[in-house]
């Protein structure tokens, strides 16, 4: 099946701890996107890619760190810069054409918490 | 500034009755537009998006939504409500002008069916 996942489902963080959320994608879609998600607030956009070996800040990218060295992969590191890491994160891909009509795709998110 | 208002953070409709979500977004020019519905500590996924054509779109599960330029709309309607319905909506847009794929979301609208 054809989809995004991302590993863990939950993630405990200790204070002062960087932790690695893991997005893969077998669509072959170019872009991916990592948004945090919080209660009443939508989701925000913290890091995206268009291509390999590329990517750009987002909204809230301070605290966060990424890399793409594959297509199918776009990991999300929360480092012990963010102080309010507690929150649903998203990843999502795409497609990527010039005429801007791409459609955002959702992995089924991680649950970071802090102990 | 560019934004993306869902007025209504949560609503409550019976079941079999008629559902409308009202989202407005503030942009110089029609952005794409999109519905997504996340069921509790789920993904997001894809209703329904208008990129151009038809104003009255289609989308999964029975919803549509018609965009209205001059109210800066896109509300998503459903003729009846089922329990499974029950969930939290998100209208977003993508700017035309940006090369980004961006997605901009309003704060969501949490929907309760009553048996």
Redesign the interface.
């Known amino acids: 099946d054809g989809g995004i996942t991302q590993s863990p489902k939950y993630l405990f963080r200790k204070e002062g701890q960087n932790v690695t959320l893991s997005c893969e994608q077998n669509l072959n879609h170019d872009a991916m996107y990592w948004y945090r998600q919080d209660p009443g607030q939508g989701l925000r956009l913290i890091y995206y890619s268009q291509i390999v070996n590329d990517f750009q800040k987002g909204d809230i990218a301070e605290g966060y760190s990424v890399s793409r060295e594959k297509k199918e992969s776009f990991p999300l590191t929360v480092t012990s810069a963010q102080k309010n890491p507690t929150a649903f994160y998203l990843c999502a891909s795409s497609p990527w054409s010039t005429s801007g009509e791409e459609t955002q795709y959702f992995g089924p998110g991680t649950r970071l918490l802090v102990l | 500034a560019q934004s993306v208002t869902q007025p209504d953070?949560h609503i409550t409709v019976s079941e079999g009755a008629s559902l409308e979500l009202r989202c407005n977004y503030s942009y110089g020019a029609t952005p794409?537009l999109?519905w997504?519905v996340q069921s509790p500590?789920?993904?997001?996924?894809?209703l329904l998006?208008y990129?151009s054509g038809d104003t009255l779109v289609q989308g999964i599960k029975g919803f549509e939504a018609e965009f209205k330029r001059s109210q800066s709309s896109f509300n998503l309607r459903k003729p009846s409500v089922h329990w499974s319905d029950a969930a939290e909506y998100?209208c977003?847009v993508?700017p035309?002008s940006?090369?980004?794929?961006?997605?901009i979301?309003?704060?969501?609208t949490t929907l309760q069916v009553k048996p």
């Open positions: 953070i794409y999109f997504y500590g789920q993904g997001l996924q894809l998006k990129f998100f977003a993508a035309r940006s090369n980004t794929g961006k997605l979301f309003g704060q969501g």
